[in-house]
């Protein structure tokens, strides 16, 4: 008798709930720019053309404008597209549009603490302290360039001993990448063949694919269902605590031997900053943030320098005309007797023109950490929530037909002015922009560009197997979205 009374009872609440969710989002829905009809409970999750954003987006942004809202799960996301936008948003009013929402994929190691945070004050004084460390250890400077030249050494020395076989590329570029972080970071590098550090590069690999893949973006937006499901995410959540379990032994490690008149990387600089304000009530110098802070300066360090070099070598292959012209400007500015350096930058036009454009088809892969309104925010002519989730997608500002001139070809000359000289667009953003702006941007970029002259001065790169006949989108398409890599020949070169 009380189970069937109970029957209709938790039939009842289940209605209630079901109303008061469609009440709750039919007013939400009622304050936001428009965009497709979400249904209850999975919003626009299963529906075709909306998700992922960066490949359905021109499709919305011709229905609905270049502000619209997309509902993932059972919270909207505001997505802003093309330059005008984004850069209005992140640039014009970067006050309004500067917080984070909850990054549920990194709150799932991190528990919120760290660089990523969304609690203001704790990423103020987190970003700021990184800055200013990461500065200190050369970040900029020429001290930091020549430590980025002797990996360069390394690199190309790993690279020679392929004697022009065909070999994969991914571990050994992805080790010298980071490495340049390692040495900030943990205060040493890594051989390139110690195994452990090949497991944790391959933790980090998949941990980074899992951000662009659709699994991942599944588990951003309904974690709370994720959680209960198998898949491969239970593997990679697993893995990434043996990435975390060592950056605390590491940290650990720093602890015994800090030597307080000579910090010797950041780590030590983060803990000596812990000790003199451990009576602060804010804590945000604890030893979580210091977790958290190293693993993200390693995931991004490692990854989105070693994602820019593997697109540039591999469309050098495919495009050897190309890298004849690159080869023959290095041979031209730098010669053969000496390494080339970020004094040689501003006199390496093409150079840099291949660089900007290689990232310019590939920031799609960086989109990962969307913003959030710290306020109730107006923006073209909508009223924005404070607290709401905001994309604002790098692929529609560097393939928008208003700013490029040939947006889905690849055309080093989109960088070149008439003279042939080099030319930032204001409409390049592979870090993204405002005060949410990528904190290691500085060394990011001086990495990749020593990385790539010294690889070019030494190797000329050849593509093996079917890989030859791909179209450049399909080549880029594949590793970006299948994290798929060919294999590559390096020939010695006679620069």
């Known amino acids: 008798m009380e189970v069937v009374q109970a029957g209709p009872l938790l039939l009842f609440c289940l209605l209630i709930s079901i109303i008061f969710l469609s009440i709750k989002m039919h007013k939400k829905k009622s304050q936001l720019p428009p965009g497709p009809t979400p249904l209850l409970f999975l919003g626009n999750f299963l529906q075709k053309d909306v998700l992922p954003i960066n490949k359905h987006y021109p499709k919305l942004v011709k229905k609905y404008g ?3 809202t997309v509902w993932p799960g059972l919270n909207p996301v505001v997505v802003l597209c093309g330059y005008k936008t984004v850069k209005e948003a992140l640039v014009d009013h970067a006050k309004e549009f500067d917080s984070r929402p909850v990054n549920t994929i990194g709150y799932q190691l991190t528990k919120g603490y ?11 004084t987190l970003r700021q302290f990184t800055l200013s460390t990461l500065r200190d250890f050369g970040m900029g400077k020429k001290t930091m360039s020549k430590k980025v030249q002797e990996e360069a050494v390394c690199l190309v020395d790993e690279i020679a001993t392929t004697e022009g076989q ?5 571990s050994i570029i992805a080790s010298a990448a980071s490495n340049v972080i390692s040495s900030v970071v943990f205060g040493n590098r890594f051989d390139y063949r110690d195994k452990h550090f090949q497991e ?7 941990y980074m694919y899992f951000h662009r893949s659709f699994l991942g973006v599944a588990y951003s937006f309904i974690p709370q269902i994720m959680n209960y499901l198998p898949g491969r995410h239970k593997k990679i959540f697993a893995d990434c ?3 975390c379990a060592f950056i605390r032994g590491k940290v650990e490690s720093h602890k015994e031997n800090l030597d307080p008149q000579n910090p010797s990387d950041y780590i030590d600089c983060f803990l000596l900053r812990s000790e003199k304000e451990h009576n602060s009530p804010e804590g945000v110098f604890g030893q979580e943030n210091l977790a958290a802070c190293v693993f993200q300066l390693f995931v991004a360090g490692s990854g989105t320098v070693s994602f820019a070099l593997l697109s540039l070598l591999l469309l050098m292959a495919k495009l050897p005309h190309l890298q004849e012209k690159v080869q023959k400007e290095i041979r031209e500015v730098v010669g053969a007797n000496r390494m080339p350096g ?9 150079t840099n023109a291949v660089i900007y454009e290689v990232q310019r088809h590939i920031a799609a892969g960086l989109e990962t950490l969307p913003r959030a309104t710290s306020c109730h925010t107006k923006f073209r002519g909508y009223t924005i929530p404070q607290g709401t989730t905001v994309i604002p997608v790098l692929t529609s500002v560097h393939f928008d037909l208003l700013q490029w001139e040939t947006p889905d070809k690849f055309n080093p000359g989109h ?3 008439e003279k042939g000289q080099f030319w930032k667009r204001d409409a390049f953003m592979p870090f993204s922009a405002g005060k949410r702006a990528c904190p290691g941007e500085a060394l990011a970029r001086m990495e990749i560009f020593l990385f790539f002259s010294i690889l070019l001065q030494n190797f000329t790169f050849q593509l093996v197997g079917d890989a030859k006949n791909m179209e450049v989108s399909s080549l880029i398409l594949e590793f970006k979205e299948k994290n798929l890599y060919p294999s590559l020949k390096a020939i010695r070169s006679s620069l």
């Open 66 to 68: 270049p502000v619209f």
């Open 114 to 124: 760290g660089l990523t945070s969304n609690n203001e004050s704790r990423w103020r």
């Open 166 to 170: 065909a070999f994969d590329l991914r």
């Open 200 to 206: 944790l590069l391959c933790i980090l690999d998949n």
């Open 241 to 243: 605590e043996k990435l």
């Open 342 to 350: 970020m004094e040689d930058q501003l006199r390496m036009p093409f």
């Open 415 to 417: 960088f070149l002015d």
